[in-house]
């Protein structure tokens, strides 16, 4: 995937598989802090933006899912 930066690569996969594995609105907000911490500091040493933009919509999708 992205061989430049290993623990982009890895903290981007764990955020993926917390999402995937929200069961409760308590564990979607704890994904939802993981999010933001992932934004943050990546921002910083600059990140390619589709990560973001799949992180949130995957957010998205599994809070639908929740709440339905």
């Known amino acids: ?5 290993p623990p982009l690569e ?9 999402i995937e594995s929200c069961k ?12 933001k911490n992932f934004k943050t500091l990546y921002k910083k040493v600059g990140y390619p ?9 995957e957010l998205n999708k599994k809070i639908w899912k929740i709440t339905l």
């Open 1 to 5: 995937m992205y061989k430049k930066h």
């Open 10 to 18: 890895k903290t981007y996969n764990k955020i993926l598989l917390t």
């Open 24 to 35: 409760t609105k308590e564990h979607l907000e704890g994904a939802f802090n993981m999010v």
């Open 49 to 57: 933006k589709a990560l973001s933009y799949n992180l949130d919509k």
